[in-house]
């Protein structure tokens, strides 16, 4: 029986592209020191480097605090829907701002965020 490795690098980048999650109700909060979400990374972010890479493809490491605490929310600004609470759209910086209000998917209001989560 062959192992996954020795399989074509296009049949195994196709598996990856396949093994990706649907779009994902994220909702982003501020804790009062760093932003949270109830985003889960890829499962397949932690399989190996080359699962890694096609999934970096198409999720973006973002939302990283203004107090330098690194990105931690892996979130696709192509389908996932964001729903931000007031408290961290005011901590947001300008140039995650301008992403998000391209956003197609994208609501701010605090009483949303809040009946998702729950």
């Known amino acids: 029986m062959a192992s996954f490795s020795s399989l074509p690098a296009e049949l195994r980048i196709a598996i990856w592209q396949f093994s990706i999650p649907e779009p994902r109700n994220i909702v ?3 804790n009062g020191k760093e932003f949270r979400s109830n985003g889960t990374p890829p ?3 932690h399989v190996c480097h080359e699962a890694r890479e096609e999934i970096s ?3 973006d490491l973002t939302f990283a605090s203004p107090s330098g605490s690194p990105a931690k929310t892996w979130f696709d600004f192509a389908r996932d829907a964001l729903f931000i609470t007031d408290d ?3 901590r947001m ?3 995650t701002l301008s992403r998000v209000q391209k956003l197609k998917r994208f609501r701010y209001t605090a009483a949303m965020a809040i009946k998702c989560s729950s």
Do not use: D, T
Request: hydrophobic letters at 55%; aromatic letters at 14%; zero cysteines.
């Open 28 to 30: 982003l909060s501020w």
């Open 43 to 45: 499962n397949i972010a």
């Open 57 to 59: 493809k198409v999720y």
């Open 88 to 90: 961290a759209l005011e």
């Open 93 to 95: 910086s300008a140039k």
